[in-house]
């Protein structure tokens, strides 16, 4: 069985700190790795993708991800924080076999940039 | 752009009322998936579809149902509404093909009293 674990309710970085929202991942055969972004009162948008290849995969608004299958995560990185960046992040994780197809969401972490 | 569509941004309804939540994607999409949004909870996948007609329960189907007639539109439907079902529904989308992401409607807030 697949799941995602987000071990940070809330993270606060001042503007301007590199930031790291963290999420694990367990999953039978190779993970395929999403972070999602949630801001007030709107639906999911997606921020990057892992399926494979390079570790480091960038994504939307200066965003990053690295991939780590030793340690099983796939934490969520920026070099400095904006206050627009707050919000509620989403990790997702789907397995690499035929007919696991859904996504797998964690609780989700909300981000706050302090001014 | 394309679009993942929800009818209602909020909506307000009495226990035991029949409450039905649309769904409608421009991108010719095969899977559709509704999801309830809980604090601390996550996303729960409630039901989702492959293709049209077809259906598939997910984790928490109980006290729901849904509707594919069409490829680009999918209901969800509360039989009869409970307090306990007062949360955020989240609609998504995806191509059966290839390993893509899921996008997202931006939520319709369901306060049932």
């Known amino acids: 069985a697949q799941s995602v674990a987000q071990p940070e309710d809330q993270v606060n970085v001042a503007e301007g700190n590199p930031l790291t929202v963290k999420c694990t991942y367990s999953v039978s055969g190779n993970p395929y790795l999403f972070w999602y972004v949630q801001y007030p009162n709107r639906g999911l948008q997606f921020l990057l993708k892992?399926?494979?290849?390079?570790?480091l995969v960038k994504g939307s608004y200066g965003f990053e991800a690295e991939f780590n299958k030793s340690q099983t995560s796939f934490h969520l990185k920026k070099p400095s924080a904006l206050v627009s960046d707050s919000a509620l992040y989403f990790c997702a994780v789907r397995e690499d076999q035929t007919g696991a197809n859904n996504l797998f969401f964690g609780t989700g972490t909300r981000l706050t940039v302090i001014p | 752009d394309v679009k993942v569509t929800q009818s209602s941004r909020y909506l307000v309804k009495r226990t035991g009322e029949k409450v039905f939540l649309e769904c409608v994607q421009d991108m010719d999409h095969e899977n559709m998936f509704w999801y309830r949004q809980d604090p601390g909870l996550g996303l729960r996948l409630i039901y989702f579809s492959y293709d049209v007609k077809m259906k598939e329960k997910g984790d928490i189907p109980e006290g729901y149902s849904v509707s594919r007639e069409k490829k680009e539109r999918f209901s969800l439907i509360l039989e009869s509404a409970s307090t306990n079902q007062t949360s955020m529904y989240l609609c998504?989308?995806?191509?059966?093909?290839?390993?893509?992401?899921?996008?997202f409607g931006s939520g319709t807030r369901l306060t049932v009293v």
């Open positions: 998504a989308s995806r191509l059966q093909r290839g390993l893509y992401g899921y996008t």
């Open positions: 892992y399926i494979t290849g390079d570790n």
